[in-house]
């Protein structure tokens, strides 16, 4: 004779809580949103433009000649860091810009910062 719990009355089973089957379900539910996402990514026809300095063609002979406006001055030291310089900081009147290393000049600290160089420390 089987005793399970089922048998006797005053043994109700537990509902489960409604957050439960929310646990249950996270890998479907993540899969619905990526899917929706993506789909919604790829169906959209926008195109973020990105600064001229990625584009396929340009050279840094090209943005080696100072251009109204553009007044950060993009450095390469001697162990090879690509540092930019700001008017106004401490080493910016003694750097010059000698394109023949790929130095060269920015208009604005995000361009520069974009082309991966970083901001000069003092």
């Known amino acids: 004779m089987d005793m ?6 005053w043994v109700r089973r537990r509902r489960r809580p409604w957050w439960r089957s929310l646990l249950r379900a996270r890998l479907p539910i993540s899969l619905a949103l990526l899917g929706t996402t993506s789909f919604a990514y790829v169906a959209t026809e926008t195109r973020h433009m990105l ?3 990625h584009y396929p063609g340009t050279s840094t002979t090209s943005v080696a000649v100072r251009r109204v406006g553009c007044d950060i001055k993009g450095n390469i030291n001697d162990r090879g ?3 930019y310089h700001l008017p106004g900081q401490e080493y ?3 750097t010059r810009i000698n ?3 790929g130095e ?3 208009c604005s600290e995000w ?3 974009w082309a991966g160089w ?3 420390k003092v």
């Open 4 to 9: 399970g719990n089922s048998d006797l009355p």
């Open 51 to 53: 600064p001229n300095v």
């Open 81 to 83: 860091e690509h540092i």
């Open 92 to 94: 910016y009147s003694a």
């Open 99 to 101: 394109s023949a290393r």
């Open 104 to 106: 060269r000049w920015f």
């Open 111 to 113: 361009e520069a910062w």
């Open 118 to 120: 970083r901001k000069a």
